[in-house]
């Protein structure tokens, strides 16, 4: 029996079927069966796949014909029998190495059930060329979060290997002809709710992307829609015969990801029938919106200008839900209270966290219905004209914004007499598209100097006049600090992640953190608080104490008062407000050395940091550092007893509100 099953279904590809057929026979790893299952039979594919039958691993199966390939898949698969089963495109290529890879990956690490990799473009013409990823920029690398897998199909069909008991378990592909194009995408859901999904960086096949072979003619956005409703709705109701991985009781946060998703196309679909209706605009009706959008503005205004003898703030943020950036907005707000800013919302937030908070302080304007995409460009003409004349037409009117690409869209509309500001948190992409609109900027703050160092670089690594640096701020976040402060003792040593299960959060590696740990030490306690269940890997949440979101401030005060030590496994960041929650109660942090965090972190002194790249290699190291702590009383005490006082010399910063009031009420300069 051959380790891998090479899975090859074929349909009228003749001319191109040799080509991949001959990639299977080059690859460097040997052991494997190749069954091409053609969907139907005819002489020509039989005479291209002739020569390649006299290797004996190769089986040609001509079958009844279908239309579609879910049909040949499983009856390909049906004839195997190998503990691997790898899938492959009649017209697409394998390069060399792309066997060995895969199978050294997913040998080394056995919860792995779904294995990916990153791929070329090739549009069919003269050589394969290898000058395009098919993820050029950040391709996705490692394990691979189940919530990133239902945002977006990232498995590349001629990329996948599984493992052959993880799809016994999952039923095999849906032969609905409705879901032709998607049903591979629909098994991934299904199997990767069996263990870990990967994806390996390095572009191990040639994805042939030639009109004259694509099957995709045709595919309208309303087909596509249906498609994917269908994917979801199939993939959590499983087939007859085997009940979808996705309906078992522990994977219930994963089916609620499944069903936000389709949820949220059937908004977009919504969107999208809107759009359709709208969409092409007249130069007429162009005008007329415009006009009725600045009718808007102009009676927006006279509300605006009712008191005039304080400045119109208008504050555009993206969200009011949980995260460490919305806690700092809401401090920000609170500042400038006595001033009621105009607080806009741009993006739809997952929950309710802060927008109390933000209604307290500010006067909350959600348009994020508007603002999202898809909409219609009547609605979007609408919501520019009504902003852009409102503050325009605002008196001493100053514009704050933040994570927000609308804030950057809507500069170039805004008067020479409205003072502009942005804050940047941590670089995360924004600050390029940002990058072009810096000379309409007033001021910008950075919350640390590895902003400030951040743009420095940027700018002249693009040739921007190095006196825009002057206008750039510096104010650092801050939290309260207990006054009193008392060494917690190690009788019941707990370990705390605070955070939301965001693919940069890199959440499952806690869940295997905390698996290793408390094999080692069962008394240790995981509490994890955030909306992280569907991050952690399904064989490590029995080791973790998950308490979902908290809100109140008093409520998380009490769970920092009970922790030792706090971790964080992020890919990048600014500086986490956690950190600085923590410390400020003598939670020892331990964290990845990215973003601003090594400006406060000192590495043995009051915290540890984590400078491995490899993921592997950072588990073994948090597991190294947090087992080593927790058994030195001592150590730990010294530790916890310097994080206070730091927090109360550095985080304690009085001049917060003083800073922001300042910068975001004086006038603005000529």
């Known amino acids: ?26 690859q460097t790893f040997s052991d494997w069966r190749c069954f091409i299952a053609e969907d139907g039979e005819t002489p020509a594919t039989r005479a291209a796949v002739a020569p390649f039958l006299e290797d004996s691993r190769f089986t040609y199966l001509p079958g009844p014909h279908v239309g579609f390939p879910a049909a040949p898949r499983n009856r390909a698969i049906r004839q195997g029998a190998a503990p691997f089963i790898a899938f492959l495109d009649d017209d697409d290529l394998w390069l060399p190495e792309k066997l060995a890879e895969q199978i050294h990956c997913i040998e080394q690490h056995p919860a792995c059930v779904l294995l990916g990799a990153n791929a070329y473009r090739w549009n069919g013409r003269g050589c394969p060329d290898k000058s395009t990823p098919f993820f050029p920029q950040d391709p996705p690398g490692g394990t691979i979060p189940f919530e990133t897998l239902v945002g977006c199909n990232i498995i590349i069909n001629s990329t996948a290997m599984i493992r052959r008991s993880a799809f016994c378990l999952s039923g095999p592909l849906n032969e609905d002809p409705r879901l032709a194009l998607c049903e591979d995408y629909e098994l991934w859901l299904r199997i990767a ?13 040639i994805y042939r992307d030639a009109p004259q072979t694509s099957i995709r003619e045709g595919l309208t956005p309303h087909i596509f829609y249906k498609k994917l409703v269908l994917v979801f709705s199939s993939a959590l109701k499983g087939s007859r015969a085997v009940r979808s991985p996705l309906a078992y009781p522990e994977n219930r946060q994963l089916a609620v990801l499944c069903r936000r998703r389709l949820a949220k196309l059937r908004v977009e679909e919504l969107q999208r029938k809107f759009l359709l209706m709208h969409g ?5 009706a162009k005008l007329t919106v415009i006009a009725f959008g ?24 993206p969200y009011y839900h949980t995260g460490g950036a919305e806690r700092v907005h809401a401090d920000i707000i609170a500042c400038l209270r006595d001033y009621r800013p105009w607080v806009i919302i741009v993006r739809q937030s997952n929950n309710r966290a802060f927008k109390k908070v933000f209604a307290r302080a500010g006067r909350l304007f959600d348009i994020s219905f508007f603002c999202e995409r898809n909409r219609s460009r009547i609605v979007e003409l609408i919501m520019l004209e009504f902003l852009t004349t409102a503050i325009n037409s605002a008196d001493n009117a100053i514009v704050f914004g933040c994570n927000a690409p609308f804030f950057y869209d809507i500069l170039p509309l805004l008067s020479e007499k409205v003072k502009k500001i942005d804050l940047i948190h941590a670089f995360d992409g924004l600050e390029m598209y940002s990058l072009p609109r810096v000379p309409l900027l007033d001021a910008r703050v950075g919350i640390n100097q590895k902003v400030l160092d951040g743009l420095t670089a940027l700018y002249q690594a693009n040739g921007m006049d190095q006196a825009y640096l002057k206008k750039v701020h510096i104010i650092e976040n801050s ?55 569907a991050s952690v890997l399904p064989e490590d949440r029995q080791f973790c104490s998950f308490e979902g979101e908290i809100f109140d401030r008093k409520a998380m005060e009490g769970l920092y008062k009970q922790s030792h030590l706090l971790i964080l496994t992020s890919a990048r960041e600014g500086m986490p407000l956690v950190i600085m929650e923590a410390m400020a109660h003598g939670v020892v942090p331990i964290a990845t050395d990215v973003g601003g965090i090594s400006a406060h972190v000192a590495d043995g002194t009051n915290g540890f940091l984590v400078r491995e790249q490899d993921e592997e290699a950072i588990v073994a190291a948090f597991v190294e550092k947090i087992l080593e702590i927790l058994r030195n009383q001592e150590e730990y005490a010294r530790i916890s007893l310097n994080a206070h006082p730091y927090a109360v ?6 001049n917060f509100c003083s800073a922001y009031v300042e910068l975001l009420t004086s006038p603005k300069k000529p």
């Open 193 to 205: 709710a069996l263990g870990e999904a990967w994806v390996l960086e390095k572009e191990l096949v």
């Open 479 to 533: 939290t309260s600090v207990p006054k009193e402060y008392h060494v917690h003792p190690l009788d019941k040593p707990t370990v705390m992640y605070v955070g939301r299960g965001t693919v940069e959060k890199r959440v499952h590696l806690v869940g295997k953190i905390a698996r290793r740990c408390v094999s080692a030490q069962p008394a240790l306690r995981f509490l994890l608080v955030g909306d992280v269940y």
């Open 649 to 654: 010399n550095n985080f304690t910063n009085d």
């Open 280 to 284: 092409a605009v007249s130069k007429q």
């Open 1 to 26: 029996m051959a380790l891998v099953d090479i899975i090859i279904p074929t349909c009228n590809r003749a001319t191109v079927l040799p080509e991949t057929l001959k990639s299977v026979q080059e």
């Open 294 to 317: 600045r009718l808007l503005g102009r009676l927006a205004s006279f509300f605006i200008n009712l008191d005039r003898s304080r400045p119109a703030i208008f504050m555009i943020l």
